[in-house]
């Protein structure tokens, strides 16, 4: 019965020790947001992509997450910049500091410092789209941009009318680098989400651009801009 008992403690105790390294990894992070001599920047908008918890920058240029793990990232709408997102590993309090409308940089876990520049604006491209279609006949978007814009790459995947895109090359091998699609000031999605509901006569312009981080993460990527009659 001893044996028995200090096995059931044994068990007890394990489990206690779990629960307890599960409770450790949830913690509190706090984030800063100074400007480049120092001071603090409120009213910053500021999300947890895993926990979707959100809010803004105080007085103090201070927002504190609650219960968040490494796995988790934070999303910060920077002035002029547009969103980034910083991933929390191993970090308790992240301090960004804005050192310019196109530059901003914070500490890694590791203590160094990571400078962040946006990309530098380049030349879109803007097609008169009923003009192009007196020209040539089309009857979808991958059709009527195919070979129109320098850069865009698009490639058929399937028999389903899906198409793979690219406008910035291989950016990154764990996530997307498709362009976004937005139309009339609303995201409907890739290359092959709006191929399969855009009627290509109900478009008056399309404008693509390499590069737009105020359309977020995904803009980075390219955004194509459609315009209706």
């Given at each position: 019965?001893?044996m028995?008992?200090v096995?059931f403690?044994?068990?007890?105790?394990?489990?206690?020790v779990?629960?307890?390294?599960?409770?450790?990894a949830?913690r509190?992070?706090?984030?800063?947001v100074?400007?480049?001599?120092?001071?603090?920047?409120?009213?910053?908008?500021v999300?947890?992509?895993?926990?979707?918890?959100?809010?803004?920058?105080?007085?103090?240029g201070?927002?504190?997450?609650?219960?968040?793990?490494?796995?988790?990232?934070?999303?910060?709408?920077?002035?002029?910049?547009?969103?980034?997102?910083?991933?929390v590993?191993?970090?308790?309090?992240?301090?960004?500091?804005?050192?310019?409308?196109?530059?901003?940089?914070?500490?890694?876990?590791?203590?160094r410092?990571?400078?962040?520049?946006?990309?530098?604006?380049?030349?879109?491209t803007?097609?008169?789209?009923?003009?192009l279609?007196?020209?040539?006949?089309?009857?979808?978007?991958?059709e009527?941009?195919?070979?129109?814009?320098?850069?865009l790459?698009m490639?058929?995947s399937?028999?389903?009318?899906?198409?793979t895109?690219?406008?910035?090359?291989?950016r990154?091998?764990?996530?997307?680098?498709?362009p976004?699609?937005v139309?009339?000031?609303?995201?409907i999605?890739?290359?092959?989400?709006?191929?399969?509901?855009?009627?290509?006569?109900?478009?008056k312009?399309?404008?693509?651009?390499?590069?737009?981080?105020?359309y977020?993460?995904?803009?980075?990527?390219?955004?194509?801009?459609?315009?209706?009659?």
């Open positions: 019965m001893k028995i008992g096995f403690l044994f068990v007890l105790t394990c489990a206690a779990q629960a307890q390294d599960a409770d450790s949830r509190n992070i706090s984030l800063t100074l400007d480049k001599r120092g001071r603090p920047v409120d009213n910053i908008i999300q947890s992509l895993t926990a979707g918890k959100a809010g803004v920058t105080d007085r103090a201070l927002f504190v997450f609650q219960d968040m793990t490494d796995s988790d990232s934070i999303s910060v709408m920077l002035p002029s910049y547009g969103e980034t997102v910083i991933p590993t191993g970090m308790d309090s992240i301090v960004v500091t804005v050192r310019s409308a196109r530059r901003y940089s914070y500490l890694n876990s590791e203590g410092s990571v400078i962040i520049e946006k990309d530098k604006i380049e030349p879109s803007l097609l008169d789209v009923p003009a279609l007196k020209q040539r006949s089309c009857n979808s978007l991958y009527l941009l195919q070979g129109r814009v320098a850069g790459d490639t058929p399937g028999s389903g009318g899906e198409v895109a690219n406008i910035r090359g291989q990154s091998f764990m996530l997307s680098n498709e976004m699609v139309m009339d000031g609303m995201p999605g890739t290359i092959s989400e709006a191929n399969a509901i855009v009627n290509v006569h109900d478009i312009t399309i404008e693509v651009l390499k590069s737009a981080s105020e977020g993460v995904r803009g980075a990527n390219g955004v194509i801009l459609i315009k209706t009659k």
